[in-house]
């Protein structure tokens, strides 16, 4: 077991700036998404700490000790990647033994007297029998030890390639966008085992995803990542709760925050519409601002001391346990969109005029430069 640091990484692709002075500290034992829109990044930062890619600058430490000069089979991390990289023509018992025959072969080659087993012999394969017997068991494809990866789902192609990391008991595992071959159904189950797979071996996981549900539910801190950057890190909620910036907030949450032009007055009053109100920027510097507000902060009709808007019901969306409601508020550029239960949404009925309110602690302020403000 290990943590795993990246200090100020830096690497470039030609000239296409692709991670730019990234430090992040991964603790031990920890389960830590990078999250993030297609090319921030994610994938190279990982192939880094994984020794398949080499920064331009920057060092990374697994186990507190500076791996930059280690070969990637030398790091003892387990890479497991989106496209399971299953050798065809394997069994997959084959498959799962590989790290382990491979390792003990080149090792045998260095030193062939010296180890726990002489390489080849029956006691060495009764050990490597033994361990794949043991993860797959653990993974529920013991069954499937004779098949080719051909023969198996996508589902039981994906344990697999799990199998086949935890066999040799890495100090951790990196994973790569490991469900996004999975269907939507599977993709859920698939959560709820790598999340219950982490907490059984307690190992450290760093798992890379564009999908902002698979790094809400899976992981003990996400780190967003955008353009070569990383935004902001913390406990999932937190995240959600406190975006440090206007682009954190847009990435996570769905649907997306609903976010209105606003302005933070000299008189602490904050401007929406040609309309002020006071106790909702106590403190935030005076300017050009975004208001924040996620769909289910919205109530629908007056609030007490509740900041609202009146609009027009354009679009209603019954998705069974929510309703998503649309309303079209006249100066705001798209409609503004508010979850609520299905029982009161039936009641909005396109057309209809609705009052929109919210109180002020679930309004984020956002300065001119789309940092978070502190109110
Ligand atoms: P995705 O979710 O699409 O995999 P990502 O966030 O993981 O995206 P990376 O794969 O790290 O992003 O790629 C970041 C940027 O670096 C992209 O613009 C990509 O085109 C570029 N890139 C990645 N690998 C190489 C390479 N070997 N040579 C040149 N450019 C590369």
């Given at each position: 077991m290990a943590g795993i640091t990246a200090h100020e990484v830096t690497k470039s692709f030609g000239d296409t700036p692709v991670l730019d002075r990234v430090s992040v500290d991964i603790r031990d034992g920890e389960f830590l998404t990078l999250v993030?829109?297609?090319?921030?990044?994610k994938t190279t930062l990982l192939r880094i700490i994984a020794g398949l890619e080499s920064q331009d600058s920057g060092d990374v430490a697994i186990g507190g000790v500076n791996v930059d000069t280690l070969r990637p089979k030398d790091r003892d991390v387990a890479m497991v990647f989106q496209s399971y990289a299953?050798?065809?023509?394997?069994t997959v018992a084959q498959n799962v033994a590989l790290p382990l025959t491979m390792r003990r072969m080149s090792f045998a080659q260095r030193l062939p007297l010296v180890g726990r087993f002489v390489p080849g012999s029956r006691q060495a394969r009764a050990g490597i029998d033994a361990d794949v017997a043991a993860v797959s068991e653990a993974l529920g494809i013991k069954h499937l030890?004779?098949?080719?990866?051909?023969?198996?789902?996508g589902g039981q192609r994906q344990r697999v390639a799990l199998a086949r990391a935890m066999v040799r008991n890495p100090k951790a595992f990196l994973m790569d966008?490991?469900?996004?071959?999975?269907?939507a159904k599977l993709r859920v189950q698939a959560r709820a085992e790598i999340a219950e797979l982490h907490r059984k071996l307690g190992t450290t996981f760093v798992y890379v995803t564009h999908d902002q549900v698979e790094a809400m539910t899976m992981s003990d801190r996400v780190a967003v990542m955008l353009g070569g950057k990383l935004l902001q890190i913390g406990p999932p909620q937190q995240i959600y709760?406190?975006?440090?910036t206007l682009e954190v907030a847009r990435f996570v949450g769905t649907p997306e925050i609903n976010l209105l032009p606003a302005r933070v007055r000299d008189d602490n009053s904050l401007e929406i519409f040609g309309h002020r109100w006071f106790g909702f920027a106590e403190g935030a510097a005076a300017g050009e601002a975004t208001i924040g507000i996620r769909p289910e902060s919205w109530s629908i009709g007056g609030g007490h001391r509740a900041l609202s808007l009146t609009g027009v019901v354009q679009h209603r969306e019954m998705l069974g346990s929510e309703t998503l409601v649309h309303v079209r508020v006249a100066e705001a550029a798209k409609p503004i969109i508010a979850r609520v239960d299905p029982r009161t949404g039936a009641?909005?009925?396109?057309g209809a005029s609705v009052t929109l309110s919210v109180e002020s602690e679930h309004i984020l302020i956002f300065d001119r430069d789309g940092k978070r403000l502190a109110v």
């Open positions: 993030g829109p297609s090319g921030c990044g299953l050798y065809p023509y394997m030890g004779g098949r080719r990866p051909a023969q198996l789902s966008e490991p469900l996004s071959n999975l269907d709760d406190s975006p440090a009641g909005f009925v396109i």
